[in-house]
């Protein structure tokens, strides 16, 4: 049954970078609570307590308002197949753009996408599995290549102008600062 552990041990980070899929959870103070479905190939354990992940052009851009405001994220994970888990990783974030020195630092662990948008780490203070009886069995089919080939049919100029119109602020108005400062 469920764990509390104080970081990723070796067989959860094997675990991680098995999945297809993750979540994460933010919230500011007020407004609504946002969990965002994650794929492709865009996630990294970096320690047994840092993790960090590619957040790729959506059309909202919730997590980076959130964390301004709140820097409290959880992210999770489940089994769809085989053994029954449900890995969360509880913890605190921040967001980098191109314009910050972590963002670059980090883009070398992922493959080159036109689409990216920013670049999440989180410092992990808890570690969480639980049963994942409940979750159906699903198979893995492939990634969705939508994203990316939208991303590359709009080149960077037009990801930009994407981003001024539908990722400056959170469906409750708060700022993303995705260009800086506003």
Not at 45 to 62: A, H, K, M, R, Y
Not at 91 to 104: K, L, M, N, V, W
Request: hydrophobic residues 35%; charged residues 25%; negative net charge.
């Amino acid at each position: 049954m469920g764990k509390q552990l104080e970081s990723i041990t070796p067989e959860l980070q094997a675990f991680i970078e098995d999945q297809k899929i993750f979540f994460v959870g933010t919230a500011a103070e007020e407004g609504r609570v946002n969990v965002s479905p994650k794929g492709t190939d865009s996630f990294r354990v970096i320690g047994p307590n840092q993790v960090v992940w590619l957040n790729l052009t959506g059309s909202g851009n919730e997590t980076a308002a959130h964390l301004l405001l709140n820097d409290r994220m959880t992210i999770m994970f489940c089994s769809f197949e085989e053994k029954p888990i449900i890995l969360r990783l509880y913890g605190t974030a921040q967001i980098y753009h191109e314009r910050d020195e972590q963002f670059h630092s980090y883009l070398g662990l992922f493959p080159t996408n036109v689409g990216t948008r920013q670049i999440i780490s989180m410092q992990v203070d808890l570690v969480q599995t639980s049963c994942g009886f409940a979750v159906p069995f699903m198979e893995f089919k492939s990634e969705r290549s939508t994203l990316n080939t939208w991303a590359e049919k709009q080149g960077k100029e037009r990801i930009e102008a994407y981003w001024d119109n539908k990722n400056r602020k959170s469906i409750d108005g708060f700022e993303t600062q995705i260009f800086g400062e506003e």
